[in-house]
């Protein structure tokens, strides 16, 4: 019987899974047995569109479809929390499973607080998350490397050049999603599975129920992971932690060093406002220019920056969408985390 806590080597039994997946066909195999199960209504997976840099939110109901979303897309940033609030009506009469990075579940708990997202018809798999990288540093790293890009992340890894991820990862102190109801990934699995099976954290009811009802079924082979592996996970997670907080007060550190630093920043705005119409935690916000500003005025005054701060930065689940979206390039993100954890230091 598997229970919350458990933990797991993954594989699955279906062939044409193990070929297309990665990692041993884990999560692609529970979502599909989920549909067949009629455990859930939906998959909400991220399909490549015209390129690895093409991230499109899908849809699946039918379980032979499900193995099209199998494979990483490390540079298509997209966070789904927002898709599935916008566009399934925040879950409120539809069962679906998702899979998830830190900040796509933060955004999912939060909208969940906010009565935007029903949670408990959610199933949040987890993905451990080292941090996504940027398109243009991506074709840079492959350009650079002469390599494909999953040899690139990887040599990347090997030495240990974390530059290239983006800077709102680099600050992310959630590397293993612990809010979700599995946890999966690649960290921690070693010996002869190392690369052919996936670690699985089971965190909730929800997520043993999944797992179960897909080994009952014969399509995914469990076994127990090895303590050597368990304890490399737990250091990969301990010491990306430290490097997140080192990025925190390195990043935060030169803005404040420099009085006008975000004077400058937001000089340069052209209040196109993507970056709330963007923002997976904003997204009923209102646009309107208050009376007291003007029309026309660029760059915006500086009211309208402390306005959206009030509107948005209390609810910031630092995705970094504002910060890929903007056209002039303002670190916004940065801002909001840098005055939250400053709030969390305070209270």
């Known amino acids: 019987m598997i229970t919350r806590g458990d933990m797991y080597y993954v594989t699955t039994t279906d062939e044409d899974i193990r070929r297309k997946a990665q990692n041993g066909g884990a999560i692609t195999t529970m979502l599909k047995h989920a549909l067949e199960a009629g455990l859930i209504d939906a998959a909400v997976v991220m399909i490549k569109g015209a390129d690895i840099y093409d991230g499109v939110p899908t849809v699946i109901t039918s379980p032979d479809e499900v193995i099209r979303s199998a494979g990483s897309l490390h540079s298509a940033h997209i966070n789904i929390g927002r898709f599935i609030a916008r566009h399934l009506d925040g879950a409120r009469n539809m069962k679906i499973a998702v899979t998830v990075k830190p900040c796509d579940a933060r ?34 790293l492959i350009e650079r490397m002469n390599a494909s890009i999953m040899e690139a992340f990887v040599r990347e890894e ?56 897909a080994v009952q079924a014969g399509l995914l082979q469990l076994s127990p992971p090895d303590p050597k592996g368990v304890e490399m996970r737990s ?40 970056c709330i119409l963007y923002c997976p935690v904003a997204f009923e916000a209102k646009l309107k220019t208050p009376h007291y500003e003007g029309k026309g005025r660029l760059p915006p005054a500086f009211s309208y920056h ?40 305070d209270l």
């Open 107 to 140: 955004t999912l708990v939060k909208l969940g607080s906010m009565g935007k997202v029903r949670l408990e018809n959610v199933t949040m798999i987890g993905l451990n998350c080292g941090g996504t990288v940027h398109p243009i540093r991506t074709r840079e």
């Open 158 to 213: 090997v030495e240990k050049n974390e530059k290239s991820r983006r800077e709102n990862c680099l600050r992310c102190e959630t590397k293993i999603p612990y809010m979700t109801d599995l946890i999966c990934g690649n960290w921690g699995v070693v010996g002869p599975k190392a690369g052919k099976a996936t670690f699985v954290e089971v965190n909730s009811e929800k997520g043993a129920r999944m797992l179960d009802i």
């Open 306 to 345: 402390i306005a959206k701060a009030a509107a948005v930065g209390q609810n910031c689940v630092n995705c970094g969408c504002c910060d890929d979206v903007c056209p002039v390039d303002i670190p916004i993100s940065k801002l909001y985390h840098d005055v939250q954890k400053r709030l969390e230091t």
């Open 235 to 274: 250091r990969i997670n301990k010491g990306m932690a430290k490097l997140a907080a080192r990025h925190q007060a390195e990043q935060f550190s030169l803005n404040n060093a420099d009085i006008d630093y975000w004077a400058r920043e937001f000089s340069k705005c052209i209040k196109c406002q993507g």
